[in-house]
């Protein structure tokens, strides 16, 4: 991207300031995927040089980007394209004894499929009403034990080499099952589809488990839940994750500190 690049960008977006419009042509670049997540970024002096901008104003516009989370300064390294989020588990919010204490949990898909997303999930992932999507049904657990379910819907233009060779959804079973898939989704995302999450966003609420949720649980029907809604964000900021996952709400814990 050349110095007349960074005026079309301030041209485009009259309303912000000349560091923000430079900010967001740098983010650009990232989302193109000429600065690629955990890559340098060049030299202050270079991008100022290359955009025709004083070096302040460049400065300016990397911290914007490290306010917004995309980029981050590594002292006596440099400035780099932040890798994303690794998984950020559900298990934050859960107390589940001692077991599974500061490891992920272990991972098992109960059952993927192509079907029209519901109308939540279509909003948050900006699809169509009715339009398709890839859901998963997958399991978590602590030493053998469950813990949390997961409903997790991703689209079909970023997740398609995940979706299984036909459509509708059937059990995770036989010679296209993901058996081999990690505990970790994110990273996976990232290896398999070129996706990279870089934030999320979770809201918590309560509710009690239908019959099926409460057998993949080992709970009874009508058992209080924990349900945790999640958007997922890619580089762009667009939400490219729609996942709900419940547990036992007696497990249940959250603490924030307030300075």
Known sequence: MQASDTRTAVAEHPGLARYAALAAALRQRVVRGEWLPGTALPAEQALAAEHGVALGTMRRALELLVEQGLIERIHGKGTFVRSGIAGASMLRFFRFGDGGAGQAPDSRILARGVLAAPADAARALGLAPGESALRLQRLRLIDGEPCL?????????????????????????????????????????????????QRAVDEIGFGVLTAPQARSLGLAAGHPCAVVTRRAMDLAGRCVEWRVTRGDAHAFHYSVTLI
């Open 149 to 197: 379910l997961e409903h997790i819907w991703l689209p079909l233009d970023l997740f398609g080499a995940l979706a299984p060779q036909e459509e509708g959804e059937t059990p995770a079973t036989g010679a296209d099952a993901p058996s081999g898939w990690p505990a970790l989704l994110y990273p996976f995302y990232a290896a398999r589809c070129g996706v990279h999450v």
